[in-house]
């Protein structure tokens, strides 16, 4: 259920809830019972009885979406100068190799954009993106030295 900037449901699956809650005030006033919209509408009696009772304080609109549970702190226009950014490289940015690490990243977002993300953050994004070459998974195979994201854990070379 959770999406690349860590916040629940898509708008899309928010919109279809609120249909449902929407429709469950029409049955609400018609006098339908609790069971009885739970069934129909597929949820369990549990959320229908808190939907009545927000329905009763505040009518349909207690039933409405209060919107996205938080804002991406980096915006579509942000994250395109982080994708330029990275694409420079980390050489460019002061580091000693050509690997982007999720540490790296987030030391760069905090340098360029004043920001301070948990590490999965711009994991999740890129990952999602697939930007700037950052892979978005491990390498199967043993050729970790052609990756150009480095998760911290690769495996020494034996022998």
């Known amino acids: 259920m959770r999406y690349p900037q860590g916040g629940g449901l898509t708008p899309e699956r928010q919109a279809f809830r609120e249909r449902i809650r929407m429709e469950a005030a029409e049955r609400f006033a018609v006098g339908a019972s609790n ?22 304080d505040a009518g349909a609109e207690g039933l409405r979406s209060a919107g996205p549970v938080s804002l991406p ?58 930007s700037c070459g950052v892979e978005s998974q491990r390498q199967p195979s043993p050729s970790f030295g052609n990756s150009t994201v480095s998760n911290q854990f690769t495996p020494r070379k034996r022998g």
Do not use: C, M, N, Y
């Open 73 to 130: 702190k980096l915006s579509e226009a942000l994250f395109a100068v982080l994708e330029q950014e990275l694409a420079k490289g980390p050489v460019a940015h002061g580091w000693p190799d050509q690997t982007w690490t999720l540490s790296r990243i987030k030391t760069l977002i905090g340098r360029r954009f004043h920001k301070s993300l948990t590490w999965p953050t711009p994991w999740r994004r890129t990952r999602v993106t697939g």
């Open 35 to 56: 069971a009885e919209v739970a069934k129909d509408l597929r949820v369990s009696v549990r959320s229908v009885q808190r939907w009545r009772r927000a329905w009763h």
